[in-house]
């Protein structure tokens, strides 16, 4: 029978991407090193073929040749980790966290990514080489494959304005057919979330809340740093913009459309900062997106000497002074890569 060996892996940036204080008891080394230990065993232990599937990714463009990495991102982490692995070690590389797509050769192993949301499958069909391992003469890496329960007959399952109709999808000629016990046991939990999902709120905005640059009134993000300013004292916010994750459209509001603006279940923090801490908050967000991140009783100042803050007031800062700034707690712990500016900050309760 085929042996096959699985070595699992995680992106090293993963405290910085998640919250903090969920992943406080673990380390996220580099894989490489013990991606090759683990692979030794494996095969030591019979392993025809070793896939390696790692919460980390990649990205290229053009998909058409699965020899031509032109249209790829070369420095992403997957393909930064397989270069530094001896030819061999593993055959088969499954990425994600990026949301984009390969399905590429790359320093010998068949590496590929399915987009996001599940809405694509990846498929290699693997054949081993005489001499072990896998064979990329006679192994075959598919375009991600649209995946649904049901397609139009156009073919694809993606938003249509006008169809002839739907039709069962099929994957490799066979058709899929929907598991009624899972069905069964999902339907009342979905029929749940759908309820939640559709409740009005009893709001009715008057117009849309972007996140684009428009006005005060309109701009989504600024409104939610004010709010979040309301439960200090100094009546000071900084949000990051990846944050704020959707608009909200004029007209009444439901559940699922507030939820989907901040879909991660965060909190508000509140931090205690220096001056200068301030700046370099603003700046760390800033070199992030390229962009001013939403504030509250503050303004982001840029000129030829670099980013400064100062209070909107157009009160001097205290020297010395530690000031009360509310953000996201996904922030405050040290996501998205804030643990040198917070070390020395004070996290109020």
């Not at 498929?123 to 598919?142: F, L, M, N, Q, T």
Request: glycine letters at 10%; one cysteine or more.
């Amino acid at each position: 029978p085929l042996i096959i060996g699985l070595i699992g892996g995680l992106s090293t940036a993963t405290t910085e991407t998640i919250k903090a204080q969920n992943v406080v008891s673990l380390r996220f080394p580099d894989p490489a090193p013990i991606i090759v230990d683990e692979a030794k065993k494996l095969r030591a232990a019979g392993a025809d073929l070793i896939v390696y599937v790692a919460h980390m990714g990649a990205g290229c463009t053009d998909l058409s040749d699965p020899h031509d990495l032109s249209s790829c991102k070369l420095d992403s982490e997957m393909f930064d980790v397989l270069k530094r692995l001896p030819k061999g070690t593993v055959d088969i590389a499954a990425g994600g966290h990026t949301h984009q797509y390969v399905g590429h050769w790359f320093n010998g192993i068949a590496t590929v990514e399915a987009g996001a949301r599940a809405r694509s499958l990846a498929r290699v069909d693997a054949c081993v080489a005489e001499e072990g391992g896998i064979s990329i003469e006679r192994s075959r890496i598919h375009q991600p494959i649209e995946i649904c329960g049901t397609q139009w007959l156009e073919g694809g399952c993606g938003k249509r304005d006008t169809s002839r109709g739907t039709q069962a999808s099929s994957y490799a000629d066979v058709t899929i057919r929907p598991n009624s016990a899972v069905l069964n046991a999902a339907k009342p939990h979905l029929a749940a979330v759908e309820d939640l999902k559709n409740s009005d709120l009893e709001v009715e905005l008057p117009f849309d809340l972007v996140r684009g640059d428009v006005p005060l009134e309109r701009n989504l993000g600024l409104l939610i740093a004010q709010g979040m300013a309301r439960t200090t004292s100094s009546g000071l916010a900084i949000h990051n913009r990846g944050g704020v994750r959707a608009n909200l459209e004029a007209g009444s509001v439901s559940f699922d459309e507030v939820f989907m603006v901040s879909p991660f279940g965060n909190t508000v923090a509140h931090l205690k900062l220096t001056p200068q801490e301030i700046d370099r908050f603003v700046e760390l967000l800033y070199k992030r997106r390229s962009e001013i991140p939403y504030l509250a009783g503050l303004v982001a100042i840029k000129d030829s000497k670099g980013l400064s803050v100062a209070l909107e007031s157009g009160e001097r800062w205290s020297a010395g002074q530690r000031y009360v700034i509310a953000t996201s707690d996904f922030v405050a712990y040290g996501g998205d890569g804030f643990t040198p500016i917070l070390e020395s900050a004070g996290v109020a309760n």
